[in-house]
C-alpha cells in the first residue's frame, strides 16, 4: 500500500465570526505518525475532523498525496478515524461493525469475511465477533474501533484522543499497541491528544497548537529542546522562566532579573547583549546546594541563583522543590537516591544552571 | 474512490457548496421540499382558509362583522363561556386526580405505584366520547349508582347533568396527561433538593409546597395546557352527551345544518385555535428559563420511602377508588357491549353476543378502513417525521426550525377546524372527475395532520438519543448520505419510528372530530364514526358499545406493543460509550 503526505495550506475556518483556525500550514510525511498536541480549544481535534471532512475550511488546501481533497465528502476520502468515543454501533454485532466499510465497498463476502477475520485478529479480538458493542470492556471497544477503521486500508488514519477514555494502566499498553500496529502497517497517522507524554511518547514529530495557530513542528526532542516560545515551553513538559534586561559585563553579561536583581550571565549564543531577555530552563537542569557551598569553579559558565525553599514534593525518582527567588518562583527537581536527605522548607540554597542548559525565548 | 462521489464537474461542485453551506445533500433538499409541500397543502391553506374567511365579508374585503355578531348572539356567547368553564374546570378535576397520584408514585416504596402507572394508561385507550354513553347508563340520573343511592339513601347526585356530564368526562380521560408529565418532572428532581431543604428544616406538605411541587411545575404546567386544549376543542363528547351549547358541537351544527358558507362556523374555529395556541403559549411561556431538569449523574430523583400500613391502607383504599371509577367507563361499555336490555336498572337484565354478531356482519368493512386510514396516516406520519428530525438534527438547512413549528402546531388545530378547513379548501376540486372532498384519502390526510406532532416528537427523540458521531463512522468508512441513513441512522431510531408509528395510529383510530365532518357516505366510514352513528340510537348502543370495546382491544393492543417495543430497543440499543467527542 502507497504511503500518502498529508499536506495544510494556510487553511483558516471560522464559525461565525470565531476563528477556531488561523492559517495552518502542516506538511506530514508519508508514513509519519504524527501528533496534534494542545489544550482543549485550540483546534486541534476542528482540524482532524476537517482532515476527515467533516469540517470545511473557509480558507486555504488540504493535499492529500498532492491532491486537492477540499471538496471531496469524507466517505469518498479513503481517511479513518478512530473516534474518541469510539462510536461503535450499537445495533451490531462487533463483527458487524469491523465489516461495515468493506461492505460499502462492494466487497465479495468470502473477502470480507477474511478480511474481518484477519482484521479482529490484528486486535486480538477473534473470540468476541458475535458480541455486542456494549457487551466489551473500554479497552476492546477501543481494538474494535481501531480493526473497523484499519480494515478499509485507509491511506491516512486519524485518532481522536483515543485513549482518553481509558484508565491510565490501560492507556500505556494500549500507546504502545497503537504504536506497533502503525509500525506494522506503515499508515500514515495523525493523533490529536491534550497530553503531552502521550505525544511525546509515541510521535516521530507533532504538532503545537493554541488558538487556532500551529506555534511548533517537530519531533518530541526539538519541541522539548528547544520550544519555539513560551506557550510551548510552558505547554511540553515544565520550564522556569526569568526575564529582564541585559547588557555586557566584560566577558560576561549583566542580566537584571525583574523582581531578583543582577546576576552574572555567561554569554550565551542567541541572546542579544543589550535590551530584554526572557530566560527558560528545565527544572532537572538545576542544580541546588546549600547556600554555604562554594560555586564549583570547573563546571564552566553558568547561572546561579540565591533562593530558600518555599515547599516540597517527594515523587520517588526525585524530589521536587519549589524555591523563591525574589519574586520568582524557581521549580527544581533533584534526584533522589537511598541516602539523600530532603532540604527543609525554609532553607537558603544556591540554586545553578550549566550555560548550554538555558534557552532563550523569543 | 474519491473521484466517484465528486461527479461531473459542474454538479459537483454545487453539491459541494451545499454541503458546505447547509450540511445538506441534494435528496435531503428534495425531502425538505416534499415536506413543505404536505404541510403547506393540507396543514397551512386549509387552517389560513379558515381564518380569511371569519374575517372576510361577502364580497372578501376584510370585516370584523362576524366576531362582532358572533359576541352579539347569546347562543354564541353562552357557548363561549361554557366550553371555557368545562375546559377549566376539568384541568381542576383532572389535577385533583393526578397530582396525588403522582406524588405517590414518586414519593413511596408500595406495589401500588405499578397500578398508578397502568391507571395512567387505561383512560386513553378509550376515546370520551365512547365512553360517555357508558357513563351515563352508570353515573346519569337514572344511572346503576343513583338507582342505588335513590333507592337505599333517597338522595341522587347529577354526575351527568349538563355540562357536568362533559366535565366528568373529560377529566377522567384526560387526567393522565397531567399525571404523566408531573410524575415524569417529579422523578427529574435531584434528591439533593430535598436533602438541602430537609436540612434547612423544610419538610413535611411545606417541604412540598416549597420545593417538590415548585421545581415539578414546568411537568405540570405542560400536562395541564394540554388537558386544557383537549378539552376545549372536544367535539365527540359533548356531541354524544348532547351538551351542544358549546363550541365545537355549534361549529360542527352550523357548518353541517346551515351550510359551507355560513360564517359563524369558522368564527368559532379562529376563537378555538386562538385559545389552543394561546393556552400552549402561556405554559411554555411560564415554563421558559424553568428547565429544572436537575438530576445529576447517578443520583435517582426524590428520595422514597416506605408506607407505614395504616399509610398504605389509606393509599390503597384512594387508589382502589380512583382506580373504580376510571375504570367505569371500560366496565359500562363492556356490560353495554353484552346486555340485551339495559334500562333503568344498576345491571343489564340479561346478556347476549348478538352485539358482537351484528358488528361483525354489518361493520366489518368499519374495522378495515380504520385499519387502512390510520394504517397510511402513520405511515406518512412517521416518513415525514423522521425527514423533519434528520434536517433539524443534521443538517444547517436555513429556516428548519420552522417545520418542527409547523409540524407541531397541528395539535393546537382542533379536528373540527381541520375538517372545515378542508371542505372549504378543496370545495370543488376534482381528481380524475372525482371531487376530492367525497374520497376517503382526505380523511386519511387529516388523520395524518392531526396526529403529526405525535410521530414528530418520537422521532425527534429517537434521532437525538445516536450521537453524530456513530454517523460520521459510517461515512467515513465510504458510506455516502443516503446508505448512512439506511444503514445506521434508521435501524438505531428504528424503535422510535415504530413507537411513532403506533401513537399516531391509535390516536387516529379513535379520532371523531374530523372525520365526522369528512365522511360522506357510509361505506367510508371508520370505527370511530360507526360508534358514534350507532350510539344515536337507543337499540343501536349495544352494537355500538360491541365495536366501541373492538376499538378499545385495538388500541391497548398498540400501546402494550409499543411500549414493548421501545424497551427493548432501549435494552439492545444502548451505546456503547456515552461519552462525547471533544
Known amino acids: 500500500m502507497k504511503k500518502v503526505a498529508v499536506e495544510c495550506r494556510g487553511i483558516g475556518l471560522s464559525y461565525g465570526r470565531t476563528e477556531v483556525l488561523k492559517d495552518v500550514s502542516l506538511k506530514i510525511e508519508p508514513g509519519e505518525f504524527f501528533a496534534l498536541l494542545g489544550p482543549s480549544g485550540s483546534g486541534k481535534s476542528t482540524l482532524l475532523r476537517l482532515i476527515a471532512g467533516f469540517n470545511q475550511a473557509n480558507r486555504g488546501e488540504l493535499l492529500l498525496d498532492g491532491r486537492d481533497i477540499g471538496g471531496v465528502p469524507p466517505h469518498a476520502r479513503n481517511i479513518g478515524m478512530v473516534f474518541q468515543s469510539y462510536a461503535l454501533w450499537p445495533h451490531l454485532s462487533v463483527a458487524d461493525n469491523v465489516a461495515f466499510g468493506l461492505v460499502e465497498r462492494r466487497i465479495a463476502r468470502d473477502e470480507i469475511r477474511r478480511r474481518t477475520e484477519a482484521a479482529l485478529d490484528l486486535v486480538g479480538l477473534r473470540e468476541f465477533a458475535a458480541r455486542r458493542p456494549n457487551q466489551l470492556s473500554g479497552g476492546q471497544q477501543q481494538r474494535v474501533a481501531l480493526a473497523r477503521t484499519v480494515v478499509i486500508e485507509p491511506q491516512v488514519l486519524l485518532l481522536d484522543e483515543p485513549l482518553s477514555n481509558l484508565d491510565k494502566k490501560l492507556r500505556v499498553t494500549m500507546r504502545q499497541e497503537l504504536l506497533a500496529l502503525q509500525r506494522k502497517l506503515g499508515i500514515t497517522t495523525i493523533f490529536v491528544t491534550h497530553d503531552q507524554e502521550e505525544a511525546m511518547t509515541t510521535a516521530d514529530r507533532m504538532a503545537v497548537l493554541d488558538g487556532g495557530i500551529v506555534q511548533q513542528v517537530g519531533t518530541p526532542a526539538e519541541l522539548y529542546d528547544f520550544p519555539a516560545n513560551r506557550f510551548v515551553a510552558g505547554f511540553v513538559g515544565t520550564m522556569n522562566l526569568l526575564e529582564g534586561a541585559v547588557s555586557p559585563d566584560g566577558e560576561a553579561l549583566r542580566f537584571d532579573i525583574d523582581g531578583v536583581g543582577a546576576v552574572r550571565l555567561p554569554r550565551l549564543a542567541d541572546a542579544p547583549a543589550h535590551g530584554r531577555l526572557a530566560l527558560s530552563f528545565r527544572p532537572h537542569a538545576v542544580r541546588m546546594s546549600g547556600a554555604s557551598a562554594s560555586v564549583d569553579p570547573a563546571g564552566g559558565p553558568q547561572l546561579t541563583l540565591p533562593g530558600v525553599v518555599q515547599s516540597s514534593e517527594f515523587l520517588g525518582e526525585f524530589s521536587r522543590y519549589v524555591v523563591r527567588v525574589g519574586t520568582h518562583r524557581i521549580t527544581t527537581d533533584q534526584p533522589h537516591l537511598v541516602g539523600v536527605r530532603r532540604i527543609d522548607d525554609g532553607a537558603a540554597v544556591m540554586l545553578s544552571v550549566a550555560g548550554e542548559q538555558l534557552r532563550v525565548l523569543h | ?582
Open chain 2, 1 to 582: 474512490m474519491s473521484t466517484a462521489a465528486t461527479g461531473t464537474a459542474p454538479a459537483g461542485a454545487v453539491v459541494a457548496s451545499l454541503r458546505r453551506a447547509w450540511g445538506a445533500s441534494p435528496g435531503s433538499l428534495l425531502a425538505a421540499a416534499l415536506v413543505i409541500a404536505f404541510l403547506a397543502a393540507f396543514l397551512l391553506l386549509p387552517v389560513g382558509t379558515v381564518f380569511v374567511t371569519a374575517f372576510a365579508d361577502a364580497d372578501g374585503s376584510f370585516t370584523l362583522g362576524h366576531f362582532s355578531s358572533f359576541f352579539t348572539t347569546s347562543l354564541m356567547r353562552e357557548s363561549f363561556g361554557n366550553s371555557l368553564y368545562v375546559a377549566l374546570v376539568s384541568v381542576v378535576v383532572a389535577s385533583l386526580i393526578a397530582v396525588p397520584l403522582a406524588y405517590l408514585t414518586v414519593r413511596f416504596e408500595f406495589r401500588g405505584a405499578i397500578l398508578i402507572q397502568t391507571l395512567g394508561v387505561l383512560p386513553l385507550i378509550m376515546p370520551p366520547f365512547v365512553g360517555a354513553v357508558a357513563m351515563t347508563l352508570i353515573f346519569g340520573r337514572s344511572g346503576s349508582l343513583n338507582l342505588l343511592l335513590d333507592e337505599h339513601l333517597g338522595f341522587t347526585i347529577p354526575f351527568m347533568q349538563g355540562l357536568n356530564g362533559v366535565i366528568f368526562v373529560e377529566s377522567l380521560h384526560y387526567f393522565p396527561f397531567i399525571l404523566m408529565n408531573l410524575t415524569v418532572a417529579l422523578r427529574n428532581i435531584d434528591s439533593a433538593m430535598e436533602e438541602a431543604a430537609l436540612n434547612l428544616g423544610c419538610r413535611g406538605w411545606r417541604l412540598f409546597r416549597r420545593v417538590v411541587f415548585p421545581l415539578a411545575l414546568p411537568g405540570y404546567l405542560a400536562g395541564a395546557a394540554l388537558v386544557f386544549v383537549k378539552v376545549f376543542d372536544d367535539l365527540g363528547t359533548p356531541l354524544v352527551l348532547g351538551a351542544t351549547n358549546m363550541l365545537a358541537p355549534q361549529a360542527y351544527l352550523r357548518i353541517t345544518q346551515v351550510g359551507l358558507e355560513d360564517p359563524m362556523g369558522y368564527v368559532i374555529s379562529v376563537i378555538m385555535i386562538g385559545f389552543s395556541i394561546l393556552a400552549l403559549w402561556l405554559s411554555v411561556r411560564v415554563m421558559k428559563g424553568k428547565d429544572y431538569t436537575t438530576v445529576s449523574k447517578g443520583a435517582g430523583g426524590l428520595a422514597r420511602r416506605r408506607l407505614s400500613g395504616g399509610e398504605a391502607a389509606l393509599a390503597y383504599a384512594g387508589i382502589a377508588l380512583v382506580l373504580l371509577v376510571v375504570l367505569s367507563p371500560h366496565l359500562g361499555l363492556t356490560l353495554l357491549s353484552f346486555a340485551q336490555v339495559w334500562s333503568y336498572s344498576p345491571l343489564p337484565d340479561a346478556f347476549t353476543l348478538q352485539h358482537y354478531a351484528t358488528v361483525f356482519a354489518e361493520s366489518g368493512f368499519m374495522i378495515r378502513n380504520t385499519l387502512l386510514y390510520c394504517g397510511l396516516a402513520a405511515l406518512i406520519d412517521v416518513a415525514i417525521g423522521t425527514t423533519i428530525a434528520y434536517l433539524i438534527l443534521r443538517t444547517r438547512l436555513p429556516g428548519r426550525q420552522w417545520l418542527d413549528l409547523v409540524a407541531s402546531a397541528a395539535i393546537a388545530v382542533p379536528g373540527i377546524v381541520l375538517a372545515i378547513g378542508f371542505l372549504r379548501s378543496f370545495q370543488g376540486l376534482q381528481v380524475g372527475g372525482v371531487p376530492v372532498t367525497q374520497t376517503w384519502v382526505l380523511i386519511m390526510i387529516a388523520y395524518a395532520v392531526r396526529r403529526l406532532p405525535y410521530a414528530l416528537r418520537s422521532c425527534m427523540a429517537a434521532l437525538q438519543q445516536i450521537n453524530v458521531s456513530l454517523e460520521e463512522a459510517a461515512e467515513m468508512l465510504g458510506a455516502s448520505g443516503w446508505r448512512t441513513v439506511r444503514r445506521i441512522v434508521i435501524p438505531l431510531m428504528a424503535g422510535g419510528i415504530l413507537a411513532g408509528f403506533v401513537s399516531s395510529f391509535i390516536t387516529a383510530a379513535v379520532e371523531l372530530s374530523a372525520t365526522i365532518l369528512l365522511v360522506v357516505r357510509e361505506s367510508q366510514a371508520p370505527m370511530s364514526y360507526g360508534i358514534y352513528l350507532y350510539m344515536q340510537s337507543v337499540a343501536g348502543r349495544g352494537p355500538g358499545a360491541a365495536l366501541g370495546v373492538l376499538a378499545v382491544v385495538l388500541v391497548a393492543l398498540g400501546t402494550y406493543l409499543s411500549h414493548r417495543v421501545v424497551e427493548r430497543a432501549q435494552a439492545t440499543s444502548r451505546p456503547a460509550r456515552a461519552t462525547g467527542g471533544s
